[in-house]
């Protein structure tokens, strides 16, 4: 294999396919990108054996063939390469020799034959989102995410279809929890997703995809089987297995009888929240909440740095009440809230409270109190 590519090409693909190369592999050959010359184009192509990433780039192909090299390796000379700047990739044998300007590298190679391939499966449902809308879905949810490895099946986002109630339209339905706060976001459903499936993203996946939206205009599609998933975002692919679980009946969490109201101005209850917690301890990070009549004070106390207190002024005229929630997650779901003016629909001091963007209906939040 013999080809010769701008720099900038090329280091933006080996930034989108080495990025699920883990850093320390027991397969060597995993730690390598699989390069693939042919027809007046390169393909790149990188596996963690349950994340595939691939992308084709224009290259001129002077001899075509393939080889594999050490993906971070190749990502960071490229990245210390002049802007601008040409690149010869050579393989021969098994060294890979890179050449550009006055550098010269040589690289060790692994057998081509040795590198995995994921198997394709077929794609029972397949359907294309908005690359806004698949990253805001993403975006509201992707914070609740566990990352308690025992309760492997709250390691992602559950999506679904659903039927939608009377006068409902049917919708996409995103899911993340970690059994302290949950998020519900949903968007109508797309032509080809119905009668999709409870399927669980992992988190990794997740978080991949999640960067390549940011450099993608359009359509995202998407493909489904029993046990894979397949993003196609523009010149890149991404195939993922899917978390072989049963995601928990979320909505039972989901309070249904909760009567207090509290509106309040999501960056101003944002800043009041970060500023108490800073006596919270590092470990609860407990901060207590005390409603009035138009008045929340918010308070933390830590028995070895002293004591905090804030009061602002909120839309409250229920009884007053006394809860107490982790500073940390109160800060993650207010983050989500767009419009400026966050709802809290609360029944008591240990029941879970629901909260909302009061402009975007589409999403839910429900956050479990803690005492304080």
């Given amino acids: ?50 994340l595939e990433i691939s992308e084709t780039v224009v290259a001129e192909v002077v001899r075509p063939g393939s080889a594999t090299a050490p993906a971070h390796t190749l990502y960071d000379i490229a990245r210390k390469l002049p802007d601008g700047s040409q690149v010869e990739l050579d393989a021969t044998g098994d060294v890979l020799t890179l050449r550009s300007g006055r550098s010269k590298f040589n690289l060790g190679t692994l057998p081509v034959a040795d590198f995995p391939e994921m198997t394709r499966g077929t794609w029972s449902h397949q359907f294309s989102l908005r690359a806004d809308v698949l990253k805001g879905l993403i975006d509201r949810t992707k914070f609740a995410i566990s990352t308690e490895e025992t309760r492997y099946y709250l390691n992602g986002i559950h999506i679904h279809a659903t039927k939608g109630k009377a006068g409902e339209v049917p919708a996409l339905r995103a899911v993340a929890t970690d059994g302290h ?21 992992p988190r990794k996946t997740v978080l991949e995809v999640r960067k390549l939206l940011d450099e993608v205009a359009g359509n995202v599609d ?96 229920s009884t007053p009440l006394e809860i107490g ?18 709802q809290f629909v609360m029944a008591d001091g240990n029941s879970p409270t629901i909260v909302r963007d009061a402009a975007d209906l589409a999403a839910l939040y429900v956050l479990m109190p803690m005492r304080v």
């Fill in 222 to 317: 998407i493909s489904l089987s029993e046990t894979k998933i397949r993003f196609t975002l523009g010149d890149v692919t991404l195939i993922s297995k899917l978390i072989d679980g049963t995601f928990p009946d979320y909505e039972r969490v989901i309070p249904a009888g909760n009567n207090k109201l509290l509106s309040v101005d999501s960056k101003l209850f944002a800043g009041a929240v970060d500023r108490v917690a800073t006596i919270s301890t590092e470990k609860s990070r407990a901060v207590k909440l005390a409603l009035e009549a138009g008045v929340l004070t918010l308070s933390a106390t830590a028995a070895d740095a002293g004591s905090a207190s804030e009061e602002i002024e909120v839309d409250y005229d």
């Fill in 325 to 342: 929630f982790n500073s940390r997650y109160l800060l993650d779901i207010t983050g989500q809230i767009e419009s400026g003016k966050a």
């Fill in 181 to 201: 706060r949950l998020a519900r976001v949903e968007t109508p459903l797309p032509e080809g997703a119905d009668g999709l499936p409870g399927v669980i993203i």
């Fill in 1 to 50: 294999m013999k080809i010769i590519i701008e720099r900038t090409a090329l280091l933006g693909s080996l930034g989108h396919v080495q990025s699920v190369v883990e850093r320390r592999n027991t397969i060597p050959v995993l730690s390598n990108v699989l390069l693939n010359a042919a027809n007046g184009s390169l393909s790149l192509l990188a596996t963690d054996m349950d």
